[in-house]
């Protein structure tokens, strides 16, 4: 198809290729006192993408995305939003509360009536697959996930911003979250999704900044960050002896532990290079697997723990 550039994520999806930034970050600085959220965060969103904001707790990341959102109001920088916050800005933050009582239908018919030009909320309730006479509190959480997102979208936004979508939900309700977030992006909104699950980054996401401290270290598809990270392969084992050592190979991207299992990722021959430092007699467990989107955030973060 003319005109048109592949996205990254595993499903075939494309943005226009005359695609213009819908969202501009630049310098953000957020302080409360003398505490700083946001050190220095600048990143652009362009139209019809998802556009993932990943990090550890506390990295920033919230505060971020309520700054963009009018919800918080800089300390310094500039934030440039094509679309009016007020009525084209939809958000979905980390906790849905309504009244126990409400139901679905009263909840969307409600901020249905917050616009002047609304989309359809009884469409939006058969998208997110809830029932109206449901009340509140007796919705599942990935229900009232569902439930929020929906109510993010009843303005018909052009932009939706959501916050640890899903957090604390099991297995099966996140993937019908993830399919309604997809099907959001279909949609034509721009969707900017706050997380940090990496396998939901890369389900979703076409690009992704990664947060630490509050600044960025990185912006690139999922499969840009893997290839920063050194790409190729991931060796997992333990071992009684010394691993610093292996941080001086020029095939290894980085030493990391999980626990009391040691990960190296790298590139070339890899097992043969460590097995030079480390013979196999002082290895246990060893397996080797590709090199993963947690590996490449725990490499840009130089941290020594799972996300």
């Not at 139209?47 to 959102?69: D, L, M, S």
């Not at 598809?221 to 010394?242: C, K, N, Q, S, V």
Request: aromatic content about 4%.
């Amino acid at each position: 198809m003319p005109g048109l550039q592949p996205h990254s994520g595993r499903a075939a999806r494309f943005l226009p290729s005359w695609s213009m930034a819908i969202i501009t970050v630049d310098h953000l600085r957020r302080t409360y006192g003398a505490r700083v959220a946001v050190e220095d965060v600048s990143f652009s969103v362009e139209e019809g993408e998802i556009f993932g904001i990943v990090g550890r707790n506390g990295a920033g990341k919230t505060t971020t995305v309520e700054c963009v959102a009018g919800l918080r109001t800089p300390t310094s920088g500039r934030i440039e939003v094509d679309a009016d916050l007020k009525e084209q800005v939809g958000v979905q933050l980390q906790d849905c509360s309504l009244p126990d009582k409400i139901r679905v239908g009263e909840a969307l018919s409600l901020y249905a009536s917050f616009y002047s030009r609304p989309a359809d909320w009884r469409d939006l309730l058969g998208e997110a697959g809830l029932d109206p006479r449901t009340p509140f509190a007796k919705l599942s959480g990935g229900q009232r996930q569902r439930l929020s997102v929906a109510l993010a979208l009843v303005g018909d936004p052009r932009i939706a911003i959501l916050d640890e979508l899903t957090t604390g939900l099991d297995p099966q309700a996140r993937r019908e979250t993830w399919d309604l977030v997809a099907r959001i992006r279909d949609r034509g909104v721009t969707v900017v999704l706050v997380t940090h699950f990496m396998d939901e980054v890369e389900r979703l996401c076409d690009r992704v900044a990664v947060i630490a401290e509050g600044r960025v270290l990185a912006v690139d598809t999922p499969a840009g960050l893997i290839d920063r990270a050194g790409g190729g392969r991931r060796l997992t084992f333990r071992t009684d002896g010394p691993v610093e050592a292996l941080r001086a190979l020029p095939e290894v991207a980085s030493v990391t532990t999980e626990g009391d299992t040691v990960v190296v990722t790298g590139t070339g021959d890899l097992l043969g290079a460590v097995l030079a430092v480390l013979p196999a007699s002082r290895l246990s467990d060893l397996a080797v697997q590709r090199t993963t989107l947690d590996d490449a955030f725990l490499t840009l973060t130089g941290a020594h723990a799972a996300v």
